[in-house]
């Protein structure tokens, strides 16, 4: 009897290693699915891995480029942060995974994907429905939501224990037993001594930026230029300008890594209704971030800017909780695009201590108009005018003044 295929969208660490021996124990046949979306991996060495424990394939995806131009640059361009504070680095990285993982399916007439992702956590629902949005066919099987694996396995304690028996090394340690993602665009750490929000996150968990102890005591001066809100190329020191997407992220990771730049750590509102603490480092897009929050603040109009941070604000928890294969999330990329069309234009920034300082922009299409504005000329604003538009403004808050003013001796 042929057995049934399994695609496991496989990363090489303790979880889905332990899983990949678990459904081969159940006489699946396993496909492991490696997207390369930028992580610090040496992928041959996961591939021996995979096929030491006893996987019938592994296929190893480079989506670096993908990754940059369909999800890290439009998030930029959408302004998204969930929460006012999280830049949605694994969030991003699971309906690009998803693409790939469901054409790994189809390829070899599978009849299941499978994932690592934790039943209390929002992965969970980031890659099923994405790949729902993508298959609707499609079976899975969720070994975290499976009473007989979860049976067996209460933690990641017991996963060590799995792993050690059966001869499957990991990385992870019950002394550091925090779980990690990484990708280009940033690395999270959660889980172990972490879970506790109040312990500090140790100095030496952080891999992709330096101490601010350690950073350099010379500031980095660069420039990013913006074409419709994407950002189009990077102008280093000795007038070296970078066009290349994948060449441009990688730069502005080293530089923000180098000085510090881009960690958080917070507290968030998971989807399925949990709080959740998580530490996250996210370089580059934090420099593009400030970059392109000041460039089209630049360039919009007012009113523009305003309702677009409201889509931005719901675009974000649309990508938060999985849904950016969603008629919801088309239409709010389309009208933020749209909001976009004239954030054109160069942000000069300077990189220091872990802050990104503005210091300048310029844009051939700017509603910014320095003679109007001007402080030594009156050019064509007429000052008088401003009279009755304080005018008009007053005679709403007199109103409610003077009836407030009215019910207060009326009540005494």
């Keep these: 009897m ?6 496991l969208a496989y990363s090489g660490g303790l979880d889905t290693s332990c899983i990949l021996k678990w459904l081969l124990d159940k006489d699946y046949k396993v496909v492991c699915y490696i997207a390369d979306v930028g992580q610090d991996e040496d992928f041959d060495t996961v591939k021996t891995k995979a096929l030491k424990i006893g996987a019938h394939d592994v296929v190893i ?67 099923e429905l994405s790949c729902y949005s993508l298959c609707p066919s499609l079976r899975v099987i969720a070994p975290w939501r499976d009473p007989e694996f979860t049976l067996k396995f209460q933690g990641r304690k017991d996963l060590l224990s799995f792993a050690a028996r059966n001869g499957i090394p990991v ?34 968990l952080y891999t992709m930026t330096s101490n601010l102890e350690e950073t350099p005591d010379d500031p980095y001066f660069l420039e990013i230029t913006f ?28 530089i923000g890594g180098i000085h510090g ?42 009113e523009i800017y305003r309702i677009k941070q409201n889509l931005s ?14 008629p919801e999330a088309d239409y ?3 009208c933020t695009a749209i909001a976009q069309e004239m954030v054109s234009g160069t942000v000069k920034l300077k990189i220091f201590k872990g802050n990104v300082f503005v210091l300048g922009r310029y844009s051939d299409i700017s509603l910014y108009n320095e003679d109007l504005v ?12 401003a009279t009755g538009f304080i005018n008009i403004h007053a005679i709403r808050l007199k109103e409610y003044y003077r009836y407030k003013n009215q019910r207060n001796k009326h009540q005494s």
């Design 332 to 334: 709010l990329r389309n």
């Design 171 to 204: 990385s992870a340690t019950p002394s550091a037993p925090w779980s990690t993602d990484a990708n280009l665009m940033h690395i999270s750490y959660e889980s172990g001594i972490l879970e506790n929000p109040a312990n500090e996150g140790p100095s030496d």
């Design 61 to 127: 995806d480079d989506l670096k480029v993908t990754f940059i131009q369909d999800y890290i640059f439009p998030a930029i361009q959408a302004g998204l942060l969930y929460e006012s504070r999280y830049l949605l680095g694994t969030a991003l990285a699971r309906p690009c995974i998803s693409i790939g993982l469901i054409k790994c399916y189809l390829q070899h007439g599978a009849q299941y994907i499978s994932h690592g992702a934790t039943g209390k956590g929002n992965d969970q629902v980031r890659f």
């Design 2 to 7: 042929t057995k049934e295929c399994v695609i």
């Design 261 to 302: 730049i881009g960690r958080i750590d917070i507290v968030e509102n998971r989807f399925i209704g949990l709080k959740s603490r998580g530490i996250y480092e996210s370089p580059g897009a934090h420099i593009l971030h400030t970059a392109h929050k000041d460039l089209e603040i630049f360039c919009l109009d007012k």
């Design 374 to 385: 001007s402080m030594d000329r009156h050019a064509d604003f007429t000052p008088a005018d």
């Design 227 to 254: 074409k419709s809100g994407i950002p189009s190329s990077l102008g280093l020191r000795n007038n070296e300008r970078i066009k290349n997407v994948l060449d441009m992220y990688m730069a502005l990771n080293q």
């Design 313 to 326: 604000e719901k675009l974000s928890e649309c990508v938060y909780n999985g849904f950016w294969f969603s």
